[in-house]
């Protein structure tokens, strides 16, 4: 809820005098808890720029690229107003958590003051669950871990008894990753992938299989960034983009996903098919995605990342690829599916704050139209 001092310094220099951007922009958070015309506004405020929603991606924006699940029954889990979210995204059939949860009274049952009355008359029984949207962090963890267990151990139909026997599990979406976040306290919170971690952990400790991810969204995902470049290729008209510079505090995400794309840019030209791995080579699930090519279609050439120092990332902890620390040493806060690679987590340049990123941006673009 506060600005970072540099932060209104920094986009004045972003703005001409009739405030609007010099620059395609667009604001990339894992943050997917409300519609993107809100973080618009919120972002307008607190920056005192104006922002429009088109400029926003939230971790579950992509999510409108994917329409083979539009007309599925879906269970979404998160806070906020998460039908109006998957309505918006295209998402017609959407089932709540909750919704369930008043739906079958005997799954919820670890808090006992929270126990549900049992129904004189049961309500109109819920469609099949064909798949299952995880948008963010819920507030009451053990009801949607449990939920969500019932719902992939029963292949959709959490009112039967398990099935021991279930040869597929359904499609799981799952958007942000972040193990952590910061916020106003002194170290950074609980974010979506520690929630992730702990169903995760769940599911493999009841079936003895890994939780498989028909895709991961929000930062670090590939998808992610090839969305935000979508929008910055329809603010310049549809123009060429050479160079994208990417802002951001966390290595794990922001520095890891913008190095992804990067790798994805330079080896785009070799290797162009309609069915793209959304994050880097990882170790358990095979995240792949069929999503029509010409959603995809990139034209910039390269990608830098920059890290700043008023974040999560603390300057007096060593890079994951600093000689002083080895790989191996290196506690990962990378999701499951993530690959820790020396490369990947290793900013193209590391300033104090977004101000000075400006600055080193605007400097090499001024460099450059020199040239």
């Known amino acids: 809820g506060s600005v970072i001092p540099a932060a209104r310094r920094a986009f004045r220099k972003l703005v001409d005098q009739n405030n609007n951007f010099l620059f395609p922009v667009v604001f990339v958070t894992n943050a997917g808890s409300c519609q993107r015309h809100h973080k618009a506004q919120q972002l307008s405020h607190l920056l005192d720029v104006q922002i429009a929603p088109e400029q926003v991606v939230l971790s579950h924006s992509p999510l409108q690229m994917l329409k083979s699940f539009h007309d599925k029954c879906v269970l979404v889990s998160g806070q906020g107003p998460v039908t109006d979210i998957a309505n918006t995204l295209g998402f017609q059939k959407v089932v709540t958590v909750e919704t369930l949860r008043e739906h079958q009274p005997l799954l919820d049952m670890v808090d006992h003051n929270r126990r549900p009355e049992l ?47 279930l040869s597929a599990q359904l499609p799981v979406l799952a958007c942000n990753m972040d193990l952590m976040w910061m916020a106003e306290a002194p170290s950074p919170r609980f974010g979506h ?16 299989r890994e939780l498989q991810y028909q895709a991961l969204l929000g930062k670090p995902s590939l998808l992610t960034y090839q969305y935000a470049e979508r929008l910055l290729r329809l603010q310049n008209h549809n123009h060429k983009l050479t160079t994208i510079y ?6 794990m995400t922001d520095i890891y996903g913008a190095n992804l794309y990067n790798r994805y840019l330079a080896q785009q030209h070799t290797a162009m098919t309609n069915t793209t791995k959304l994050v880097g080579q990882g170790t358990g699930s095979q995240v792949t ?15 830098h990342s920059i890290l700043v120092c008023t974040g999560v990332y603390n300057p007096r902890s060593p890079l994951p690829s600093d000689q002083s620390s080895t790989v191996t040493e290196t506690v990962f806060h ?8 020396p490369d990947l987590v290793e900013p193209s340049h590391v300033v104090e704050d977004v101000e000075a990123a400006v600055d080193l941006l605007l400097q090499h673009e001024y460099v450059e139209a020199e040239v």
Request: hydrophobic share 40%; charged share 20%; glycine share 8%.
């Open 119 to 165: 129904l004189s008359s049961p309500l109109q029984t819920l469609p099949r669950i064909e798949a299952i949207i995880l948008f963010g962090e819920p507030i009451r963890w053990e009801t949607n871990l449990q939920l969500l267990i019932d719902v992939l151990l029963t292949n959709g139909s959490p009112g039967c008894e398990y099935d021991a026997q």
């Open 193 to 208: 992938g520690m929630f992730m971690l702990c169903l995760e952990s769940v599911y493999k400790k009841l079936t003895g």
């Open 289 to 303: 995605m069929v999503v029509p090519e010409e959603e995809l279609m990139s034209a910039a050439a390269q990608c």
């Open 334 to 341: 990378g999701h499951r599916d993530l690959v820790l690679e």
């Open 246 to 251: 990417t802002v951001g505090d966390n290595l």
